[in-house]
Structures are given as structure tokens and as C-alpha cells.
């Protein structure tokens, strides 16, 4: 087809399935932008927002920001936090994001530390929401209580998380709390 009978639309689908991109991130749309106008002339210029618009419209994974390229290059690292069915449970749910939000600080990844904060947020909503059901058994509510409790201190103090909640597993009223919980000694 003639380039003055292409669509700028047709153009950027057709040069987009050449470079084959699996997500299509600043970069790559850099790279689409400047092959329109090697390939095209005048007629591919365009802007990159316009070819993002395009990519989405027709269903190609478009990541434009820091946050998006985070999540998605962390996705699977945050799929299945949040089990906490027992307080062993949630204590070894605290450990993965801990360990997480560690590693991304480490790599100066902040978008992803600040998907983990929130992350642990929604956990610390989801066990208040459970303990206030009063459909839920009342040992099992006072479990997310504390579950809550742990999220919140987590939270506002990671790096005394741990050994607070060593000292609170040997509290007399933990144990009378939660006589089923097994505290690692």
C-alpha cells in the first residue's frame, strides 16, 4: 500500500508488529517513533503519546510510567502476599514483604517499595474488616485484631518489627490470647 493511502494508525500497527515488543514501555515506543520516520518521512511523524493511545486501543501492553514498569516487572514477587488464615500465617506473609521491600530499597527501586507499603495496607484493612465481621467467630476475630496490629507496627517500625513480635509471641497474654499459636523459640 502507498504511504499516502496508510493511515498514521495503520502505520504504527504495521511497523509495531515488525519490532514485535511484548510490552511496549518508553523505550521501545522511542524506537517505534524513530522507524516511522526512517521508513515514512514526514507522513510517520508522530507523537509518542499517540502511538501509546494506538497500542492500547488495539489491546498491546503499554507500561508509560516508573510505577507501571515496576509493577509489572514485580508482579509475580506480589501475587499471594496477603494469606493470612493463621498468625503464622500473616507472620510469614510480614517476612515476604519485609524481605521485598528491603531488596527494592536496596536496587533504589522506589515504585515497587511503595507497592509493597501498600500492599501491607490492604492487609492491615483486610484483617480489621474481617475482625469487625461479627459473622466471624470471635477467635478467629481476635486473631485478626492482632494480625491488624501486626501490619500497623510493621508499618510505622520494619526495622523493629521482628523483634518486637518475638517479645510479644512470649507475652503471658499472647499466649493466654492464642494458646494454639506456636511460637518459635
Known amino acids: 500500500m502507498n504511504d499516502s493511502l496508510k493511515t498514521k494508525r495503520e502505520m504504527i500497527l504495521g511497523a509495531a508488529r515488525e519490532i514485535a515488543a511484548s510490552k511496549w514501555t518508553p523505550a521501545e515506543i522511542d524506537q517505534l517513533r524513530r522507524r516511522l520516520v526512517a521508513e515514512h518521512g514526514d507522513a510517520g511523524k508522530t507523537g509518542s503519546d499517540y502511538i501509546a493511545d494506538v497500542l492500547k486501543s488495539e ?16 508482579e509475580e514477587e506480589f501475587e499471594d502476599l496477603l494469606h493470612f488464615k493463621t498468625l503464622e500465617d500473616a507472620e510469614v506473609s510480614i ?16 515504585a515497587a517499595v511503595e507497592r509493597v507499603l501498600n500492599v501491607a495496607r490492604l492487609g492491615k484493612r483486610r484483617a480489621e474488616m474481617i475482625a469487625r465481621n461479627q459473622k466471624v467467630e470471635p477467635q478467629k476475630r481476635a486473631e485478626k485484631i492482632e494480625i491488624a496490629n501486626w501490619f500497623r507496627i510493621w508499618l510505622e517500625t520494619p526495622d523493629a518489627f521482628f523483634d518486637w513480635l518475638d517479645v510479644r509471641k512470649q507475652s503471658p497474654e499472647f499466649k493466654a490470647k492464642f494458646p494454639q499459636a506456636e511460637v518459635a523459640e
Not at 508509560?64 to 509493577?71: G, N, Y
Open 59 to 74: 489491546g498491546w501492553k503499554v507500561l508509560l510510567t516508573l510505577q507501571e514498569e515496576a509493577e509489572e516487572q514485580y
Open 95 to 110: 517476612m515476604r514483604l519485609d524481605e521485598l521491600m528491603r531488596k527494592f530499597r536496596s536496587h533504589g527501586e522506589h
